[in-house]
């Protein structure tokens, strides 16, 4: 199949899914990704800006101001319907027995990519990658990274032991050995460079 002819099919599948899914679910996602395996990531690309879009619409419609908060739900629920649709696969793929860097690294990701798609420090995320926050993590936390990644709560728990058991070292200081900086989910999030409500939201007190 020709470029050109891959990307003409691709776009009539996206145009068909967004007229007949114009606010797509998790069951929707599957159906259509399982119709259209070779456009699958394309797919679920569209899914997040239209359910995105849908609840931002929805929320100007009722005139009210969109909070940090709020914005966060909304990013939180997209992920989890994602997180659905793609779990069948996902789910294998990620079963490593590396750490969180190490599945970063198979999708060619960083952590400040990964921060900025979660909405949240890019610090606290490279706390728990690097191995340096001490059990337990916290479930908001837990549920984005799972969502994101596509991991079942196996997979999480294996990749968090081993970033705990292999840490990155933490800067050395002028006299003596690098350190390993660990400190407990609630010291990490407060001690962040996150604003208020979103720290709220990250410990969730919202």
């Known amino acids: 199949m020709s470029k050109t002819t891959r990307e003409n099919d691709r776009d009539h599948a996206l145009f068909a899914f967004h007229r007949l899914c114009p ?44 909070s940090e908060t709020m914005k966060a739900r909304a990013h939180s629920r997209v992920l989890n319907a994602l997180f659905l649709s793609e779990a069948p696969v996902l789910t294998t793929e990620t079963e490593t027995t590396g750490g969180f860097h190490e599945v970063l690294e198979a999708r060619g990701q960083k952590v400040h990519e990964v921060a900025k798609q979660l909405d949240i420090g890019r610090d606290v995320l490279a706390d728990l990658f690097n191995g340096w926050m001490t059990a337990p993590v916290g479930r ?30 933490g800067h050395a200081k002028s006299s003596g050995q690098p350190t390993i900086p660990r400190r407990s989910y609630q010291e990490i999030v407060a001690g962040s460079n996150m604003s208020p409500e979103r720290k709220k939201y990250w410990l969730g007190e919202t």
């Open 140 to 169: 908001v936390l837990a549920d984005a990274v799972r969502g994101f990644f596509g991991m079942s709560a196996a997979a999480f728990e294996l990749a968090y032991q081993y970033a705990c058991d292999h840490p990155k070292l």
């Open 23 to 66: 606010r797509p679910t998790a069951e929707q996602i599957i159906e259509w990704t399982k119709r259209y395996p070779e456009f699958a990531d394309d797919i679920r690309a569209h899914a997040a800006i239209s359910r995105d879009w849908d609840v931002a619409d929805s929320l100007n419609e009722a005139d009210e101001e969109i």
